[in-house]
């Protein structure tokens, strides 16, 4: 594994610590006026999905966690596990709910998924910004109830619920944000 300074540290980077693998959410030199320079870090638990702020010492070695990342199709749910498919040799992968963490709510059959796997385990799924869904259930938005900007709770087709405007109904299909779970646009 390669070993890296801390002074190379980016976001996104993968690191391989004492207690697991950590994946840079933020970063930030400081140089105080007394004392060594330090990096003040978010790192997130790609087995858990914990955040935490560890601070190193500036230009100490850590260790670089390599990940191996493929395109792979969701194809459906077994029990509490995903099923996907790598698009190119056509492998099936079974995934548990911990490592798609907050991605779960937004995944539909046939959508293709970044999986980053770290020594034959996969540690995380990354999907798109946003997807199109389509609404299962909410209310219907009646006539006068037009005041600017009024949500109303729907329920996507994955089960999700999120607050979208009075006149979305059931049936449309919506644009989502899956990093925040907002309504975007309907499609």
């Known amino acids: 594994m ?8 980016k976001n996104g980077i993968t690191l391989e610590l004492d207690n697991g693998l950590f994946q840079v959410v933020e970063f930030q030199h ?23 702020d560890k601070t190193f010492n500036a230009g100490i070695r850590v ?72 609404i299962a259930n909410t209310e219907p938005g009646i006539q006068g109830d037009r005041v600017s900007g009024a949500r109303k709770p729907a329920e996507l087709e994955t089960g999700k619920v999120i607050q979208v405007p009075l006149f979305v109904n059931i049936g449309d299909k919506v644009k989502v944000d899956t990093r925040s779970g907002d309504y975007i646009t309907r499609v």
Do not use: C, W
Request: hydrophobic share 45%; glycine share 6%; charged share 25%.
């Open 63 to 134: 260790e670089q966690a390599i990940l191996e990342k493929k395109d792979m199709q969701f194809l459906y749910r077994d029990g509490d596990d995903y099923i996907f498919m790598d698009t190119a040799s056509y492998d099936q992968m079974s995934v548990a709910p911990v490592a798609l963490g907050d991605a779960a709510d937004y995944l539909i059959e046939s959508m293709v998924a970044i999986i980053a796997i770290h020594n034959g385990e996969i540690v995380s799924v990354e999907i798109p910004a946003a997807v199109e869904l389509l």
């Open 2 to 9: 390669p070993a890296i300074t801390t002074n190379d540290l």
């Open 30 to 52: 400081v140089k105080p006026g007394k004392g060594g320079a330090f990096v003040r870090t978010k790192l997130r638990n790609l087995r858990t999905g914990n955040v935490f």
